[in-house]
């Protein structure tokens, strides 16, 4: 698994607090890729998702079929758009198994 942290502008904490709890009580989350027949079922990826005050954290499970991509999960936050404005996405850590 790879655990990542993305800094959020305190006006976006709220928002996606609410909406990282919106996700984490669904079953399943299921996204199309291009090129892709098969949906992939983010919320089954996801081992670990919150927002602190300054960030959101989370860890994903490697697959060998389709891996959450950590992009994925911010478009799905809406957050994506702070890659423009010079928020960055960070590894933290790996974890081998």
């Known amino acids: 698994s790879m655990a990542y942290r993305f800094p959020l502008p305190s006006d976006r904490c709220e928002q996606a607090r609410k909406t990282v709890s919106e996700i984490m009580n669904q079953p399943r989350i299921l996204v199309t890729r291009e090129g892709r027949q098969d949906p992939i079922d983010l919320r089954a990826g996801l081992e670990?998702?919150?927002v602190t005050d300054e960030a959101l954290?989370?860890?994903i499970r490697e697959s060998r079929t389709a891996s959450v991509r950590p992009?994925?999960?911010l478009e799905l936050l809406q957050l994506a758009d702070?890659?423009?404005e010079g928020?960055?996405?960070t590894r933290t850590?790996?974890?081998l198994t």
């Open 48 to 50: 670990e998702l919150r």
């Open 57 to 59: 954290h989370f860890r």
């Open 71 to 73: 992009r994925d999960l």
């Open 82 to 84: 702070l890659e423009s």
């Open 87 to 89: 928020y960055y996405l």
């Open 93 to 95: 850590s790996v974890e």
